[in-house]
């Protein structure tokens, strides 16, 4: 069964649509199962179960039965959200009898409701005539099939919308929220160049001149792809050079050229068109049988990912920006974000990645309404259309229809009214009503955040993520490169300290000329781990900031993702060499504050030694959070089991304040946790002396911290000590809000949708 199993998963990967994927599944696995019927009912927008596809029952009734989850045994799979194996259906309590499916003749009944992320999307059923219950190798393969599909489903269902409820009505699609507030603008898709996956959507405006284009790019590439069977003529074996020779012959004009000339006449750009035609045939091969033919699916989309290159290039038209830009990618990284006009972006949807990814921590540092994670958006075809982003509740809408359009314009409305309203604090000391300072610093990267935290009247910077500029250019700055960036920073901020990361790469924070491949990034080799390996690396960075510091004196260092005590003594030592280097080499720069980051779990435990050997310590509470819970900070899948208010990182939390104030040194939190209003009251009570956040989050943060006492928030932070989960603990921070009447801190009421 294993074997008929991965087939259809394969078939059904590679079909077009919902419809084709449902007939498949209904066809093979009645075959597999050698049942009399097979079909699938998927839940509709009123959330009834309809029947989809049959293949047994009366075609007729395709579309016509409907239940609630309260009706028929097909309610009761749902409800209960297992399988349902019974050899008399009729005799059940639950049976509901449809006429016009005909399944009178059917006696025995085994329905596995299908699961896409805890949500019961349908019910897939097969049914026999003889009274019998199926065994539990039939069972256990009916829930494996339905496990298996309902992600396919789920895609194909969210993906079809734009195709069937035709082209501009609205549709809704879900992620994660990725940045606080709303955009409302039009859509930009930033593909990454000759990745046949994330073409966007585009018509030709002249079919003869996108015919004679695509043409003439498929004769260039076979001239290429000869050229190099020539070169490589004398070291190809025979068969190889078969496969040179079919190469050649896909390229073809009346093979590959054919199908795509066709869509091109249709109306559809030559780039999409040839998109559309290798990933169809990608698909077809991957799933076949014969490993031979199957391992052929790389070679062909090798081919198309060098034609796709060739059509690419002599259409690089400038990307146009819109006064109101939503820019959607597959996988949008800090680089991409870095060729784009900033002031016209209103907001950022990434297919890929969590709330905790970098390229979210940089839209929430300038202000950019996001959305991570919107798996199912067909985001190729989204280009040029109206698109609203919430990014309060982490979802998309394109084409909203006049209702939803006015509901987000009001929340914008009400954003702005906010921030107005938060002007006021602007120039008040950040400290509870009893007089307790707190400093708020900001986290930084791009010039432009900088510009936005000045504003905000930030007091210094808890973290400069100096990977940022790494990751905008093609190779690693030199040391003078790295010292005017460092200088720009130091300079804006100055008589205030900047505290300056050293290079935190690796994780989901690759540099596109460094690339690392790893099996598990996040426990590999990462942060300080990367740079000790490098120490010329290590070494040109701690001496770019050093010489940037000069006559301005507010640098301090910070290492990232350090685990052992030798770790920080062999940076400590290197950065003692690059100073007195630098002091030889005539500089008056004075030596900085060092200090670690707290961010996984065995640091957490020798917090203590640490902080008896640096002068401050600085908790990386994103970081922190995934490795104390065990859950991946870019995966959508486990987004909602990442809570930075998880009572076991409350601990640690608390742990590391105590322990750095045990050793008489300052301790400060950087991580997204610091930007949380309400968790900025359990960090004040937890003696934090500084807390590091985006600017945007800065003036609420400050306000929530002068809307109380000291005392009071000591209490609550003793409340919450006790309470079991991260549920438990929102909720009461919640209510202390409410009471406080502090609710509009936390951004408008999501709107209801
Ligand atoms: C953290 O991990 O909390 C942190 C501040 O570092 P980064 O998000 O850049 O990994
Ligand atoms: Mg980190």
């Known amino acids: 069964m294993l074997a008929s199993l991965r087939q259809i998963v394969q078939e059904v990967n590679a079909a077009a649509d919902l419809q084709s994927i449902l007939e498949i599944i209904v066809a093979r696995v009645k075959a597999a199962m050698e049942t009399e019927v097979c079909s699938i009912y998927l839940r509709n927008p009123a959330g009834e179960y309809v029947l989809m596809c049959t293949d047994g029952l009366n075609q007729t009734s395709v579309g016509n039965v409907i239940l609630s989850r309260h009706e028929g045994l097909v309610g009761l799979v749902v409800t209960r959200e297992e399988p349902i194996n019974l050899d008399e259906a009729e005799s059940h309590p639950a049976y509901q009898y449809f006429p016009e499916t005909g399944e009178e003749k059917f006696s025995s009944f085994l329905g596995a409701p299908i699961v896409h992320q805890r949500q019961v999307l349908g019910v897939l059923v097969v049914q026999q005539k003889v009274k019998r219950r199926f065994d539990e190798s039939e069972e256990?393969?009916?829930?494996?099939?339905?496990?298996?599909?309902?992600?396919?489903?789920?895609?194909?269902?969210?993906?079809?919308?734009?195709?069937?409820?035709?082209?501009?009505?609205?549709?809704?699609?879900?992620?994660?929220?990725?940045?606080?507030?709303?955009?409302?603008?039009?859509?930009?898709?930033?593909?990454?160049?000759?990745?046949?996956?994330?073409?966007?959507?585009?018509?030709?405006?002249?079919?003869?001149?996108?015919?004679?284009?695509?043409?003439?790019?498929?004769?260039?590439?076979?001239?290429?792809?000869?050229?190099?069977?020539?070169e490589l003529a004398s070291r190809l074996n025979k068969e190889e050079q078969v496969l040179f020779d079919a190469y050649v012959g896909m390229l073809d004009d009346a093979s590959l050229g054919k199908e795509v000339s066709e869509r091109i006449r249709g109306g559809l750009s030559a780039s999409y068109a040839w998109s559309e035609v290798i990933l169809e045939h990608v698909k077809t091969f991957s799933s076949m049988s014969d490993p031979y033919l199957r391992e052929r699916a790389s070679d062909v989309r090798d081919l198309g990912s060098r034609v796709l290159a060739y059509l690419q290039q002599y259409t690089v038209d400038e990307i146009e920006y819109p006064e109101q830009t939503v820019l959607v990618g597959e996988d949008l990284t800090a680089a991409m974000l870095a060729e784009v006009p900033l002031e016209r972006v209103v907001g950022i949807v990434s297919v890929k990645g969590s709330s905790n990814s970098h390229i979210a921590i940089l839209a929430r540092s300038?202000?950019?309404?996001?959305?991570?994670?919107?798996?199912?958006?067909?985001?190729?075809?989204?280009?040029?259309?109206?698109?609203?982003?919430?990014?309060?509740?982490?979802?998309?809408y394109s084409d909203p229809g006049a209702e939803v359009r006015a509901q987000y314009q009001n929340i914008v409305d009400e954003d702005k009214q906010l921030v107005a309203s938060l002007e006021s604090v602007k120039a008040l000391p950040s400290e509870t009503q009893d007089h307790h300072r707190v400093a708020l610093w900001v986290n930084t990267g791009l010039m432009a955040d900088a510009m936005l935290s000045l504003e905000r009247g930030a007091e210094g910077v808890g973290l400069f993520r100096t990977e940022v500029p790494f990751m905008l250019r093609e190779r690693f700055p030199s040391e003078e490169e790295q010292r005017v960036t460092y200088r720009g920073q130091l300079e804006a901020f100055a008589p205030h300290p900047v505290t300056m990361r050293t290079l935190d790469i690796g994780g989901d924070k690759a540099l596109p000329y460094f690339p690392i491949e790893e099996d598990n990034p996040f426990l590999g080799w990462r942060g300080i781990r990367i740079t000790l390996d490098h120490p010329e690396i290590f070494l040109g960075q701690v001496r770019a900031m050093l010489k940037a510091s000069e006559g301005l004196d507010n640098l301090r260092i910070m290492l990232p993702m350090v685990s052992n005590i030798s770790e920080l003594e062999i940076a400590q030592m290197l950065i003692r060499r690059a100073y007195q280097e630098l002091l030889e080499e005539g500089y008056k720069v004075q030596f900085p504050p060092v200090g670690v980051m707290i961010e996984v779990p065995a640091a957490v435990y020798q917090a203590r030694e640490f902080a008896a050997r640096v002068d401050f310590l600085s908790v990386g509470s994103n970081d922190l959070t995934q490795y104390l819970l065990a859950v991946d900070r870019n995966n959508p899948r486990v987004a909602d089991l990442y809570h930075s208010l998880h009572p076991a990182v409350l601990r640690a939390l608390k742990k590391i304040a105590e322990d750095s104030h045990l050793e008489g040194i300052p301790v400060s939190i950087c991580g997204e946790l610091a930007g949380d209003p309400l968790a900025s009251l359990l960090l004040v009570a937890m003696g934090y002396d500084v807390l590091s956040m985006s600017a945007t989050n800065l003036l609420r943060v400050k306000s929530a911290i002068r809307s109380i006492t000291l005392a009071d928030a000591e209490k609550l932070l003793q409340e919450v000590m006790v309470m079991p989960d991260a549920e438990s603990i929102n909720h009461c921070l919640d209510l202390a809000f409410r009471q406080a009447g502090l609710t509009r801190l936390l951004g408008p009421e999501k709107a209801e949708a």
């Open 140 to 230: 256990a393969f009916l829930v494996t099939m339905s496990a298996q599909l309902a992600g396919a489903i789920a895609h194909a269902e969210a993906t079809g919308v734009l195709r069937t409820i035709g082209q501009r009505s609205e549709a809704r699609f879900l992620g994660v929220p990725g940045s606080n507030g709303v955009g409302i603008g039009r859509c930009v898709v930033l593909s990454q160049p000759a990745d046949l996956s994330s073409v966007p959507y585009q018509t030709c405006e002249s079919i003869e001149a996108e015919l004679e284009f695509f043409h003439a790019s498929l004769a260039a590439v076979r001239d290429d792809v000869r050229g190099l069977g020539n």
């Open 366 to 396: 300038l202000g950019i309404p996001t959305v991570m994670g919107a798996v199912d958006l067909p985001y190729t075809r989204l280009n040029g259309r109206d698109l609203i982003v919430d990014g309060y509740r982490g979802s998309v």
